[in-house]
């Protein structure tokens, strides 16, 4: 069998050269046809979805392979829950039915219409029940960026940032799939330092371009995973837009961290690529500057060489408008020294746990992640086509990230993820705190 990366392997479904969803990519979502309830897992293919709980039905994929795999499941978590060595293998399989030469499915063109079905006639649904979700904050030119605005403009990062990948656990039940609209938070803000915080919408709401690392062999209570161990239990990756209500964070953030600021939205793209997919990009990441302890020493290297594009459309707008390209390359702290870290004390890693790698930033300005950063703080607007300005995101702008890999032979994408921010109307929700007020009163 040849092997699913291989660079001169074509389908004969037609993929266009620059699309995200070549045959070497393969990546795995759940879809639901337009009109239907019933989901199903997919396996991108160009312009069309290979559906994989068919495969099985016509006995193009055996049940017995994959003992632990539900494929009439409605999310990933029992795939990413087989392990990596059994992904690759399907992702194989896959291949083989999907490839230019095999005219097994090629030449059957009722069984075709029974297990492909184009992209533009399904839903897309989060990818997998998603039960512990962790945001790092592991790009140094990032932090470096916050720090000079919110501390010490000498000394912007904190002691312990070149010793370990800071995190803080975040909600999971509010992660969202792409295309979900983002309603603007409410929360306290103390806009004048000298009177008594406020209850309101943000005025402040930002963008951040992450990439989520999606994990698939679960570990047990109390076992930690070693860095050399990590690569199985990833499954693959996602594009994250993690939310972030500025003046919500400013005034709640100490002493524990962001809480509402950050609780009420997280976007994911719908197509999760798989760790071997990306093996082609990987490429070294940033030196580290300070000699780390013996558990987060890199044993291999695991920056990937992905893309990153940020675009806002304002409501006025004809089309999106470009504000930022990054790198997900420039992380200082990879995703496996993130997971060593997370697992280390024996905190137990579960199928589908969703590891965001935190804001994502260049050295120069036009790779800066978020909006705190491209705007210098509100100090520097941007001007959109329409002739607008943003120093934070208003009601119907629609932000877009998107991402891939590039070689000479081929690009593996992650699509999009996509929001739009939509008002939100605080008087029911004043309304109630009236009626909660008057009791009490009472």
């Known amino acids: 069998m040849i092997k699913a990366n291989n660079p001169?392997?074509?389908?004969?479904?037609?993929?266009?050269?620059?699309?995200?969803?070549?045959?070497?990519?393969?990546?795995?979502?759940?879809?639901?046809?337009?009109?239907?309830?019933?989901?199903?897992?997919?396996?991108?293919?160009?312009?069309?979805?290979?559906?994989?709980?068919?495969?099985?039905?016509?006995?193009?994929?055996?049940?017995?392979?994959?003992?632990?795999?539900?494929?009439?499941?409605?999310?990933?978590?029992?795939?990413?829950?087989?392990?990596?060595?059994?992904?690759?293998?399907?992702?194989?399989?896959?291949?083989e039915l999907l490839r230019k030469d095999n005219p097994k499915l090629r030449d059957d063109h009722i069984l075709q219409k029974k297990v492909i079905i184009a992209q533009a006639e399904v839903d897309m649904h989060l990818p997998m029940h998603i039960g512990g979700y962790t945001d790092f904050y592991s790009s140094k030119e990032h932090a470096d960026n916050v720090g000079r605005m919110f501390r010490d403009k000498d000394n912007p990062l904190l002691p312990n940032w070149l010793h370990l990948p800071v995190a803080y656990d975040g909600r999971a039940g509010s992660v969202v799939v792409s295309g979900t609209a983002i309603k603007r938070p409410l929360g306290q803000t103390r806009p004048d330092p000298e009177a008594p915080p406020v209850f309101g919408a943000t005025k402040a709401l930002d963008v951040e371009v992450e990439m989520g690392t999606v994990i698939g062999l679960p570990s047990e209570y109390g076992h930690s995973i070693a860095i050399e161990q990590a690569p199985e239990h990833v499954f693959g990756m996602v594009l994250v837009n993690d939310w972030s209500a500025r003046d919500i964070q400013k005034w709640e953030y100490v002493p524990l961290g962001p809480f509402l600021s950050k609780n009420f939205a997280t976007s994911i793209s719908p197509?999760?690529?798989?760790?071997?997919?990306?093996?082609p990009f990987r490429v070294a990441s940033p030196k580290q500057e300070t000699e780390v302890l013996p558990y987060l020493a890199r044993k291999e290297d695991w920056g990937v060489d992905i893309q990153l594009e940020l675009t806002i459309q304002s409501p006025k707008m004809a089309k999106d408008q470009v504000i930022s390209t990054t790198n997900f390359k420039h992380m200082y702290w990879d995703m496996m020294q993130q997971l060593a870290h997370h697992s280390v004390n024996g905190c137990p890693m579960a199928s589908g746990d969703l590891l965001a790698s935190g804001t994502i930033s260049g050295a120069t300005k036009d790779s800066f992640g978020s909006l705190l950063e491209l705007t210098e703080g509100g100090k520097s607007p941007i001007t959109l086509s329409d002739g607008s300005k943003r120093v934070f995101l208003e009601d119907g702008d629609l932000v877009t990230i998107s991402g891939f890999c590039q070689n000479k032979n081929y690009r593996i994408g992650f699509g999009k993820v996509q929001g739009q921010i939509v008002c939100n109307d605080n008087q029911q929700t004043q309304k109630h705190l009236d009626i909660i007020d008057r009791a009490c009163a009472q």
């Open 8 to 95: 001169q392997l074509q389908s004969f479904i037609t993929v266009d050269r620059n699309s995200d969803f070549p045959i070497q990519n393969l990546p795995f979502g759940i879809f639901s046809r337009k009109g239907s309830a019933q989901r199903h897992i997919g396996v991108a293919i160009g312009d069309y979805i290979l559906d994989l709980r068919a495969c099985f039905d016509h006995n193009l994929i055996s049940k017995r392979d994959y003992p632990g795999f539900d494929p009439y499941a409605t999310t990933l978590n029992s795939l990413m829950a087989q392990g990596r060595y059994k992904v690759r293998q399907l992702r194989d399989q896959i291949s």
């Open 271 to 279: 197509w999760v690529v798989t760790l071997d997919a990306l093996e």
